[in-house]
């Protein structure tokens, strides 16, 4: 098993302070308690001195974790100091972390204090943190550009005033790994009374350099880890948590050590903040995007069909995602085509999967990438031949920036013609509210997408719509020069491929 490496998530700090992240204190308590589950060992619940917000968001917090330390942010001063203080002072165990700038250039141009004075406050700081808790982390803000003697000698003070973690923050993400992994070495080397405390780095990601900084360090003697969820943060972001804590797991062979984190919450802690803080995670974010474990040469998914070691180092329900998804395209093989047509419920004569393979294969040439909904609409409507309860005959919309948009709509229904005209937020909306009316259908819109096939205003607009409906969806397409066409097209492509669905699934 090896050392404890802590693991210190300020997503709501740190992570709060990326632009529009912005949570309230029920998203945060929120996040705090799946912070828990993921059982990180310190959340930093926020900055209580730097609005009414943050303060009331550190106090529930405090109230509401009972397992994992909950730390208050404090700038080098008595009030900050205090009112950190009164907000964490309820938590089951907390943590005060106290901060001051170290480098030159912040001494010079932010601070304005000669290193003398800088020692002393920070000094003073520790101690008045001290005196509330024994639990106290001091910060060099800026070390990664400070004057190395300067920060061992500020240190060495922290730790004699009482700091019980000293962290090492490159706070500009100015550092390169192996120099990073030196600095580290040297202060652990140099300071006195370092063998007391926990050492801690908080690496930022401007270089994109966060999470190789943070191994080195490990490898270097940090036992603390400061990152959030999904590397979110100031700027560039933080270290992400779930990138650290996978390389250690992963590679047991360079880090013998462990840290507490359970992986199997990482993908839903992940998506829990992506959808809290409103910042879309890439879909190649290593860990939790939604490609992260979708092999899409043909190659790649014969192999981990045959064994998942092949092309996987991890797996995927080792970080909660229920399965790997086989992204399927034009690389795809027969293989992996026959798997997703079974794992989709679809056992075909020879000569229907041909018909299907090939149909796939046409579209896997127009379309990137190929969805089980496209899969199921390729075999549905075209190899089983799924019958129309729905066809558009005729659509006229009204619509401007001085006039209600308005739609009317005549569709067959059953082989019935059927109009109805109605009013929307836009032409698309009242398009499709006209065509609910005349279908007296119930599903729900979940997505409407528009691409342009080809370029140019005269382009081919391509829509495509999700609908659900007792939680099973389908995608329905429709193309057209008019988007709006196109639109209504796609609508009602995806209500046949319901009422077929629900005609199949017994109790819909
Ligand atoms: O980046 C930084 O230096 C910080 C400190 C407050 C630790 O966030
Ligand atoms: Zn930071």
Redesign the pocket.
């Known amino acids: 098993m090896g050392e404890l490496v802590k693991i210190f998530d300020t997503t709501l700090r740190?992570g709060e302070q990326s632009p529009g992240a912005t949570m309230n204190v029920g998203e945060k308590v929120r996040i705090a308690e799946q912070l828990e589950k993921l059982n990180v060992d310190i959340i930093e619940a926020g900055f209580p001195i730097s609005s009414e917000g943050d303060f009331e968001a550190v106090r529930a917090i405090s109230r509401a974790i009972k397992r994992c330390e909950v730390a208050a942010?404090a700038r080098a001063n008595p009030n900050d100091i205090d009112r950190a203080w009164e907000a964490v002072k309820v938590a089951k165990f907390p943590r005060l972390h106290t901060?001051i700038s170290t480098s030159d250039i912040h001494l010079t141009h932010q601070l304005k204090k000669s290193k003398e004075e800088v020692i002393r406050i920070a000094a003073r700081s520790v101690a008045r943190a001290r005196r509330y808790t024994p639990n106290v982390e001091f910060?060099a803000?800026?070390a990664t550009r400070s004057d190395i003697d300067f920060l061992i000698a500020i240190f060495e003070t922290a730790i004699r005033a009482g700091a019980t973690t000293i962290?090492i923050?490159d706070?500009v993400g100015y550092a390169i790994p192996s120099e990073f992994g030196n600095l580290i070495k040297t202060i652990r080397q140099k300071t006195k009374g370092i063998e007391k405390v926990t050492v801690s780095v908080?690496c930022?990601n401007d270089l994109g350099l966060a999470v190789a900084n943070s191994l080195i360090a490990v490898q270097n003697g940090a036992r603390q880890v400061e990152c959030t969820i999904n590397g979110i943060g100031?700027r560039a972001g933080n270290t992400s948590l779930e990138e650290v804590v996978m390389a250690i797991r992963t590679r047991k062979d360079l880090f013998p050590l462990h840290t507490r984190v359970l992986p199997k919450h990482l993908f839903a802690t992940s998506r829990l903040v992506s959808k809290i803080t409103g910042m879309v995670v890439q879909p190649n974010k290593a860990i939790v995007g939604a490609n992260a474990f979708a092999h899409e040469s043909g190659i790649h998914q014969d192999g981990v069909l045959k064994e998942k070691l092949t092309y996987e180092i991890m797996t995927p329900e080792s970080v909660g995602i229920p399965k790997s998804s086989l992204v399927l395209g034009k690389l795809s093989g027969r293989h992996a085509f026959r798997e997703r047509l079974k794992d989709l419920g679809y056992r075909l004569s020879e000569k229907d999967f041909e018909l299907a393979f090939a149909r796939f294969k046409q579209l896997a040439d127009k379309k990137r990438e190929i969805y089980d909904e496209d899969i199921e609409s390729i075999v549905v409507e075209e190899i089983l031949r799924m019958p129309k309860r729905f066809k558009l005959v005729y659509l006229n919309v009204i619509a401007g920036n001085v006039t209600v948009p308005t739609a009317t709509v005549q569709m067959e229904v059953d082989g019935k013609l059927m109009q109805e005209a109605g009013f929307g937020d836009g032409p698309v909306d009242a398009t499709f509210k006209t065509i609910k009316k005349i279908t007296r259908t119930k599903s729900k819109l979940l997505q409407f997408a528009i691409n342009a096939i080809t370029s140019g205003t005269e382009a081919q607009g391509e829509v495509t719509v999700r609908l659900e409906e007792k939680g099973y969806t389908v995608i329905g397409q429709g193309a057209d020069t008019d988007v709006i066409v196109a639109s209504a097209k796609a609508y009602i492509n995806a209500l046949n491929k319901m009422e077929f669905k629900k005609q199949k699934l017994v109790g819909m």
Do not use: G, I, V, Y
Request: no cysteine; aromatic share 8%; charged share 25%.
């Open positions: 740190d942010l901060f910060s803000m800026d962290n923050p706070t908080h930022h100031e």
